[in-house]
């Protein structure tokens, strides 16, 4: 199969075969395991459903047939978003490994970005505000005018303004893996991926 869960850990550098420092990220995919199937004739699509973690305080009627722990994220992996998966492979209580990663393979990872709260549009957008001179004391960070008055007489829906920044489901493709350990389920990734550290991270092999 060739997609897993995974929890971000911390970023490191390694020194690849040439001498150069390569930043990463390390992924932490211990503890993932098949907690259900979707089927075409029970469920009207085809999907292997993964968990990740322990639930702390889980009730009786969360249990999973042949897993221990119940599991605290669960996600749902679609046959036509990766590689050879064959639902027939696998079964409820079966463990997800690492071994369908290799150094050097090209993924596609997705996360929620961190959340800034409510702010403004230097920098939600990256705006540069307005100048200092001309007894603008207090418009250094203001977003300036948005809209004609006589016509169109009103402002455009779409404009780039103040607001919720962050927070958002995130999706970055062709990230290197840099390097894989099986035995202690860590995956190296190059750059910095999108979340906070300990956020759940979904991990696909590239096409």
Same mark, same amino acid.
């Not at 927070?167 to 493709?173: M, Q, V």
């Not at 290197?176 to 099986?182: G, R, W």
């Given at each position: ?24 990220t390390?992924v932490?995919v ?8 979707k089927?075409?004739e029970?469920?009207g ?18 249990s ?11 996600y ?11 639902l ?16 050097g ?5 997705? *996360?929620?970005?961190? =959340? @800034?709260? $409510?702010? /403004?549009?230097?920098k939600?957008?990256r #705006?540069? +505000?307005?100048?200092r %001179? ?14 004609a *008055?006589?016509?169109? =007489? @009103?402002v $455009?829906? /779409?404009k780039?303004?103040?607001?919720? #920044?962050g +927070?958002?489901?995130? %999706?970055?493709?062709?990230i ?7 035995g202690?389920?860590?995956l190296?990734?190059?750059g910095?991926?999108p979340?906070?550290?300990?956020g ?8």
């Open positions: 199969m060739s997609a897993i869960l995974g929890y971000k850990k911390d970023m490191t550098q390694i020194f690849d075969s040439k001498g150069r420092v390569v930043p990463c390390v932490d211990s503890g993932v395991y098949v907690i259900g199937k089927t075409q029970k469920d699509y085809e999907a292997l459903i993964l968990g990740i973690g322990k639930k702390r305080n889980p009730k009786k009627t969360e999973i047939r042949g897993i221990k722990d119940v599991p605290l994220k669960r749902e992996f679609r046959p036509e978003r990766t590689r050879d998966m064959n027939d492979d696998y079964n409820v209580g079966d463990a997800v490994k690492i071994d369908m990663f290799k150094e393979d090209m993924v596609q990872v997705t *996360g929620d970005s961190k =959340g @800034r709260g $409510f702010q /403004g549009v230097v939600r957008y #705006f540069h +505000g307005g100048p %001179t001309h007894g603008q004391s207090d418009r250094e960070r203001a977003p300036g005018s948005i809209g *008055g006589t016509d169109p =007489g @009103r $455009f829906k /779409g780039k303004m103040p607001g919720r #920044f +927070g958002a489901k995130t %999706t970055l493709k062709n290197e893996i840099v390097k894989v350990e099986p202690k389920s860590l190296c990734l190059k910095s991926i979340g906070a550290r300990n759940l991270l979904k991990i696909y092999k590239r096409r």
